[in-house]
């Protein structure tokens, strides 16, 4: 399987990325050896999805060392080129979560660059016992066997440093034998549910139909769906949960037809600075994502576009958050600070 994201060591050293605007046809890797040019991965989704940008940030950190003392940088062409990285996509708390973990634990490059493996190495484990426990409490509240899921954007390798969140769990359950099929939305207008996840699926040999994201509502309303599953961009204390835009139209309809609607996602997802979801920031992007499908114009030239590409689930219609330290369940919950209740939270989680 691929890399996502990794390390290379060399006379000038490398984030090596794979691009994501390139597949599911072409699987070729960004040789990436400087922030501006991180920034532009970033920007252009050759490398996304909230846990990948943390590890991107955190490397992204550990290069502008580098290129600090190649460049003979200014202390302040240091800070600039970290902030600019920082700041490179609003939504995602794991990129501004990344940047400032490796910041607060080492002012030297070779600090750096440990702490943002360590960031990619505990993602991997994070992953994994999230998808456990996501998997065990999925399979205590859907009757039906084996499940039919539905997910939304893409949740795994690819978003992450391995194996995923949302998607993680559906592997975890495919392995138990568990899934009957997925219905993968395509996710307009980048098209993440049917480039990234229906390739991930086809790898995994798992079951599953790309739909359109209009579809979505209806498969789950026609009762052909047990559980929606995804992943999240930002999670405020009160559970709201920001994610590609089409996540809450799916939350509304299992809410409608009584099926549990999942979020899966790493601690670094949690924003402790972030009350509500009324204060997370909707990245807006261009209006060619919409306008034009594959560099084909699908509406004519000039036509104003809105294109958000988040939406925020209030906390009451998610039926649980699968974490590495556990699930709860904000339907349910009667205090602001849901997590509370899962592990003590600092600033430094
Ligand atoms: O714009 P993207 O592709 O970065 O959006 C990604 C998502 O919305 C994912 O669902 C989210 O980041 C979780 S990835 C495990």
């Known amino acids: 399987m691929a890399n996502t994201i990794e390390w290379i060591e060399g ?20 040789n990436v050896t400087t922030v501006a040019e991180l920034v532009d991965a970033i920007q252009r989704l050759a490398v996304r999805g909230a846990p990948a940008l943390g590890a991107a940030g955190g490397y992204g950190v550990a290069l502008a060392h580098r290129e600090a003392a190649r460049e003979h940088w200014s202390p302040a062409e ?3 080129a970290v902030e600019s990285l ?11 979560w990344g940047v400032d973990r490796v910041m607060q634990a080492s002012s030297n490059a070779e600090g750096a660059l440990a702490e943002a493996i360590d960031i990619a190495n505990e993602d991997k484990a994070g992953n ?4 456990a426990h996501g998997a065990e409490w999925i399979m205590s509240h859907c009757a039906r066997r084996p499940l039919r899921v539905l997910t939304h954007c893409n949740t795994g390798l690819l978003a992450t440093t391995s ?6 769990m559906i592997k975890h359950l495919h392995q138990d034998g568990m899934v009957e099929m997925v219905y993968a939305d395509e996710t307009r207008p980048l098209l993440q549910g049917s480039r990234l996840t229906s390739w991930e699926l086809t790898q995994d040999g798992i079951p599953h139909k790309v739909q359109v994201d209009a579809a979505a509502a209806s498969t789950i309303t026609r009762g052909l769906v047990d559980v929606a ?3 999240a961009d930002r999670i405020a204390m009160n559970g709201d949960t920001a994610n590609k835009i089409g996540s809450l139209s799916v939350a509304l309809a299992c809410k ?3 099926i549990p609607f999942v979020v899966a996602a790493p601690f670094s997802t949690v924003s402790l600075d972030t009350a509500t979801g009324s204060e997370i920031e909707i990245e807006e992007r261009d209006a060619s994502e919409v306008l034009e499908v594959g560099g084909a114009k699908v509406a004519l030239d000039g036509t104003q576009v809105f294109n958000p590409a988040f939406d925020v689930t209030p906390a009451e219609l998610i039926s649980a958050i699968a974490t590495e330290h556990g699930v709860i369940e904000p339907v349910l919950a009667t205090n602001s600070d849901i997590f509370a209740s899962l592990v003590p939270l600092s600033s430094s989680h």
Do not use: K, M
């Open 229 to 231: 599953i995804i992943g």
């Open 86 to 96: 920082r700041n490179a996509r609003p939504t995602a708390v794991n990129l501004a």
């Open 163 to 168: 194996w995923g969140t949302a998607y993680g």
């Open 11 to 30: 006379t000038i050293p490398t984030v090596r990325l794979l691009d994501q605007t390139r597949l599911p046809h072409v699987v070729e890797y960004l």
């Open 256 to 258: 409608f037809a009584g």
């Open 128 to 131: 994994l016992a999230l998808s």
């Open 78 to 80: 240091f800070a600039s």
